[in-house]
C-alpha cells in the first residue's frame, strides 16, 4: 500500500545555495577594487547606473540561476514510504527512482545545523549495509520538525524496532559531559604537531616584542611585525581551528542505552542525534592519542556504518576518560564490549629487521643533508635560529624514528578472547580495537621471504566500515597467531 | 584441510598472459628508443636495455613461480585462496558472510577454458582466476548451496532459542506462581 508522497522542507533550496551565496560573497570582496572603481566612476558622473547594475547582474544571475534549478529538483523530487521500502523519485529530465529496502536500513539518524536551527528543520540521513555505500550517508532528507519525527517512526515501525523520543531533551542520560570536560578531551586528544605550532608562535611573539621594548622606536617596530603577526595569525587560525573543532562538535554530549539501542546527541552549530542498533557495532576502539597515553586517558568510538560517515567526524561513545571511568560508562552504554582483557601477544622481536628500510631512509636523508650543507661552504647560514633549526631536525628526526620504532615494539600486540579479538596498534599513540571473531569478513596474511625464514607474517583484518575503519593492519606475529584467528572466525552460531 | 593445486592449462594461461603484457611494455620501450635515437643519452638508453632484459626474465620466470604457489580452498564453511611470486598472500573468507558470487572469462581465459571466481563480503573480496570451467561452476554451486543451507542452520538455531527461550520464561513464570501458591497455603 503507498503512501502519501510528500517532498522535503522548501527551505532546503535555500541550503543548497550556501555554496553559491558564498561564491558570490567571496567575488565580491575579491573584485573590491573594481566595485569601489565603479562606485566612484558612477558618482564622478562617468558611468552609468545601468552599466554598474549590469555588473552586478551577472552576479545576481548565477544566484538566480542556481535558485530557479534548485527550486525544480525540490519541486520534482517526491519521497513515499511504501510497505517495504522508501522511494525517492525524481522526474527532471532524466526520470529517476531510488528504492531503498527498509529492512536493510542500518541508522536513521538527525542532524541540524544553525541554518536548519533557525528554520526549525531537520535533516534525516538514511545508512544502509551496505560496503559499497559505507564512506557516505545514503539518503539525506531535509523535513520540519514534526514531519521528521513521524517520518523517522514510521520507518522504525517497518523495521518492527521502537521509535524512541530523541528529541526530547527532558529524557535522562546515562552518559553526559559538561563545557568543562569536552575542553579537557580536547586538550588530551590535541595533535603535538598544533601544540608544537602554538608553543613557537607564542615564544616568537614574546621574543619579538622584548626585541621592540629595547628598540626606541617602539611604534616603528610594532608596525613592522604587525604584518607577519598577521600572516602568522591566519597559518594559525588551521592550527587553532584542529584544537577547537572537537569542543563544538561534542558540546552538549550526551549518550544513554535503552533495549538494543545506543542514543547520542551533541554538537554547538551542528547538533546531531544517533541512533546506534547494538547488533550493527562492528568494533570498539579505545584511542589514546599522545598527550591521553601519557596522562592514562583514551576515548572510545564505535564502528558501524551511518555514524562518523562524514567528514571531520568520529563516531564517538565515550570521550577522554581514565580506564576505570571509562569501563563503569562504557558498562552502562555498550555492556557487550566490557570483556576481561586476554593475555596479549606482542609483535615478535624477530621482526625487527622491518624497521632496517625505514632507518635507512630517515638516516640517508639526515646525513645527505649534512654532507650538502658542508659541501657548499659559500653558503653560509649566519642566522643562528636557522643553525639551531637545522640541527635540531638533523638529530631529533632519526631520534624521533628510533624511539617511535621502540614504542612501537612495546604497544602492537593482538589479543585472542573467547568471542572477540584484540588488536593494539600504535608507537607514540595507541589503539585498542575489539573485533567479535562473528565480525570479520575476511582475513589476510602474508609472508616475504625473511617473514617465511622466520615463520612470521603480517595481516590485514577486515570488517564493515567506512574505508577507514574497515582495514585493520596486523603486526608482526607468528603464522599460528593467524591460524588461531582463522579457526575462531570460522565458528558461528547454528553449526552442526 | 588440503589447498587444491591449479591445473596444468592455468600455468600456460599464466604465461600467455605475462608474455602479452610483456611484448606490449617492449614494443613501448623499443619505439621510444628507436624515435629518440638521436637526442637519448647513453645512460638512459642503458636503463631501457636493462628493463628491456629484466621483462623478458621476469616473463619467463614469473610464471611458473607463480602456478606453484597458486592454492585455494573450499570447505563446508570457508573459502580462500593462497597466491603470490616474493610475498605469498593467504586471503580466507567465511562462506557464511558472503554476499555475492561473480564468475567471469574473459577472451584468454576462454581460449584455455579457464574462468574466475570473485567472491564479495561486506568487508573485502577475494578473486580466484585460472580455474577450469567445470571447477569453477562447481565452486560457484557449491557456494550457492552453503550459503542457503547455513541461513536455514542458522534461522533454525534462533527458532529454537525463541521457542525454548519462551519455554524457559513459562518454566519460570509456573515456578513463580507454585512457589507464590506454595507461600500462600503456608501463611494458611
Known sequence: ?496 | MDYRKLNKKAMTCMYVKTWIASIMWIVMFVACNILLKGEMPDVVRGIIYGVVILIVMYSLIAPKIRYERYRFLLTEEEFAVRKGLIVVKTEIVPIERLHKIEVSSGPVFRAFGLKEIKVTTAGGEINVSYLENEVADKIAEHLKIRINTIAVEERTVQQENELFGNEHQELQVTDLQDAHMEGEHGAE
Open chain 1, 1 to 496: 500500500m503507498e503512501q502519501n508522497k510528500f517532498r522535503c522542507h522548501f527551505t532546503v533550496i535555500l541550503e543548497n545555495l550556501g555554496g553559491v551565496f558564498w561564491f558570490a560573497i567571496v567575488m565580491l570582496i575579491s573584485e573590491m577594487d573594481s566595485t569601489v572603481e565603479l562606485i566612484g566612476l558612477l558618482l564622478e558622473g562617468k558611468a552609468t547606473l545601468l552599466e554598474v547594475l549590469a555588473g552586478i547582474g551577472i552576479v545576481l544571475a548565477i544566484i538566480m540561476a542556481v535558485l530557479i534549478y534548485n527550486w525544480i529538483v525540490w519541486a520534482k523530487t517526491w519521497i513515499s514510504v511504501q510497505d517495504e521500502a522508501i522511494v525517492i523519485e525524481r522526474n527532471l529530465l532524466n526520470r529517476k527512482a531510488n528504492t531503498i529496502g527498509i529492512k536493510n536500513i542500518s541508522n536513521i539518524n538527525m542532524e541540524q545545523n544553525i541554518f536548519e536551527r533557525i528554520v526549525g528543520t531537520y535533516k534525516i540521513k538514511l545508512d544502509t549495509n551496505s560496503a559499497t555505500t559505507a564512506d557516505k550517508t545514503d539518503v539525506k532528507i531535509v523535513l520540519s520538525k514534526n514531519m521528521a519525527e513521524q517520518f523517522k517512526q514510521q520507518v522504525m515501525l517497518r523495521m518492527n524496532e521502537e521509535c524512541e523520543e530523541v528529541l526530547d531533551e527532558k529524557v535522562e542520560y546515562d552518559v553526559e559531559y559538561k563545557a568543562k570536560d569536552i575542553i579537557m578531551h580536547c586538550i588530551y586528544t590535541a595533535n603535538p604537531i598544533s601544540v608544537i605550532f602554538i608553543i613557537a608562535f607564542l615564544v616568537g611573539c614574546i621574543i619579538a616584542l622584548n626585541s621592540i621594548n629595547t628598540g626606541a622606536a617602539v611604534l616603528d617596530g610594532i608596525i613592522n611585525i604587525l604584518g607577519s603577526v598577521i600572516a602568522i595569525v591566519f597559518v594559525m587560525g588551521s592550527v587553532l581551528h584542529s584544537l577547537i573543532r572537537d569542543f563544538f562538535v561534542y558540546y552538549n554530549f550526551k549518550a544513554r542505552r535503552k533495549e538494543n539501542k545506543i542514543y547520542l546527541t551533541h554538537g554547538f552549530f551542528k547538533k546531531r542525534q544517533y541512533t546506534i542498533a547494538v547488533d550493527k557495532v562492528n568494533a570498539v576502539e579505545m584511542v589514546s592519542p599522545i598527550f591521553s597515553r601519557i596522562l592514562g586517558r583514551q576515548y572510545v568510538k564505535v564502528v558501524c556504518i551511518g555514524v562518523g560517515d562524514e567528514e571531520n567526524e568520529n563516531a564517538m561513545l565515550l570521550l577522554s576518560e581514565k580506564t576505570d571511568h571509562m569501563k563503569e560508562k562504557l558498562s552502562l552504554l555498550l555492556p557487550e564490549f566490557v570483556i576481561a582483557e586476554p593475555d596479549i601477544i606482542k609483535r615478535e622481536k624477530k621482526s625487527v629487521w622491518s624497521t632496517i628500510p625505514g632507518a635507512i631512509f630517515v638516516f640517508g636523508i639526515c646525513i645527505t643533508t649534512l654532507v650538502m650543507i658542508n659541501a657548499f661552504n659559500e653558503i653560509e647560514i649566519e642566522e643562528m635560529w636557522i643553525r639551531i633549526l637545522i640541527a635540531t631536525l638533523l638529530v631529533g628526526i632519526p631520534v624521533l624514528y628510533i624511539v617511535s620504532q621502540i614504542l612501537n615494539f612495546k604497544t602492537c600486540g593482538i589479543g585472542l578472547g573467547e568471542d572477540v579479538l584484540l588488536l593494539v596498534q600504535g608507537s607514540y599513540s595507541k589503539t585498542s580495537t575489539w573485533i567479535p571473531y562473528s565480525k570479520i569478513q575476511e582475513l589476510e596474511y602474508s609472508q616475504g621471504p625473511i617473514l617465511r625464514r622466520f615463520g612470521l607474517a603480517k595481516g590485514t583484518i577486515y570488517i564493515l566500515a567506512s574505508m577507514i575503519d574497515s582495514i585493520n593492519p596486523t603486526s608482526y606475529f607468528k603464522l599460528e597467531v593467524f591460524e588461531a584467528i582463522h579457526q575462531r572466525m570460522l565458528l558461528r552460531k547454528g553449526k552442526k
